[in-house]
């Protein structure tokens, strides 16, 4: 794996006369008589960082679990590169190109930070298991480009020092640097980040931010960011959605975002 996969600039430039890379259409689901999530309807075209945001409660997680499959919505369509995931079970979201992290980090906990990175490329010897099993020529090549790839993306999420140390003796911040680096190993199109600054410093956040903005620029892939950290995600994102109670209250740039009449009221009890 390259970091530089993509000219981040250039898949931008495509995305303005291209279909978005994903597209939500009326979105709804109910847990008994709750309304988790109602009508919600968005896009984001190839090449964006677009962030979600909204009080607690408002949906962001949920509206993930739908996009990666774990929850069935009861209406709506989600649509990823001209795909349908209504009908693609969980275990295949990732081969289509959308991996996630969790806003409680998910590792294995034994494991070191390199295994954990290294199981995120899985999906990179495609039906070729057998041959790593057998450890014949194919086998040692698929073994040794998965090696570069772990070694390329520790030292990119800064975690060579603690490469071979079990996750379970790091830190929260240090965790979902590991869960960073998982994820990116699936090679994905999408990367949805639920709450990627939570737990971090003020310097751990702004290295953060760097990241998010390398993993698009240079490797070229969609971003699509649940936080809290309102002055991450302001500075840090294309496209802002707004959540409350389930709704889509609001959708723009950063700046329109901000200054929206809905959001100021969810977020501080009054009017701008």
């Not at 607690?56 to 590169?81: M, V």
């Not at 310097?203 to 809290?228: A, C, K, N």
Request: one cysteine or more.
């Amino acid at each position: 794996m390259q970091l530089s996969q993509t000219d981040g600039a250039g898949v931008r430039d495509g995305g303005a006369c291209a279909p978005p890379l994903l597209r939500v259409e009326g979105l709804g689901l109910r847990f008994g008589g709750i309304r988790a999530l109602a009508d919600v309807s968005f896009s984001v075209a190839r090449g964006v960082i677009c962030g979600v945001i909204g009080p607690n409660g408002a949906g962001k997680t949920t509206l993930f679990n739908c996009l990666s499959r774990l929850y069935a919505p009861d209406e709506g369509e989600i649509t990823f590169d001209d795909r349908c995931l209504r009908t693609v079970r969980a275990h295949e979201v990732p081969r289509l190109g959308i991996a996630r992290t969790f806003q409680n980090v998910a590792l294995f906990d034994r494991q070191s930070v390199r295994k954990n990175v290294e199981a995120g490329c899985f999906l990179q010897f495609g039906g070729r298991h057998v041959s790593a099993l057998l450890r014949n020529r194919r086998g040692a090549e698929d073994r040794r480009e998965v090696a570069a790839c772990v070694e390329e993306l520790v030292s990119f999420a800064r975690l060579r020092e603690v490469a071979d140390v079990p996750v379970s003796q790091l830190s929260f911040g240090t965790r979902k640097r590991v869960e960073l680096a998982r994820a990116l190993a699936m090679r994905p199109r999408m990367l949805l980040l639920d709450e990627p600054a939570a737990g971090l410093n003020h310097e751990e956040v702004e290295e953060l931010l760097g990241w998010i903005l390398e993993i698009r620029d240079r490797m070229g892939i969609s971003v699509l960011l649940i936080e809290h950290h309102m002055n991450l995600v302001m500075r840090v994102s294309d496209q802002v959605v707004v959540l409350e109670f389930g709704r889509k209250i609001a959708e723009g740039t950063p700046d329109e975002v901000a200054t929206h009449p809905d959001v100021v009221r969810a977020y501080l009890g009054g009017e701008p």
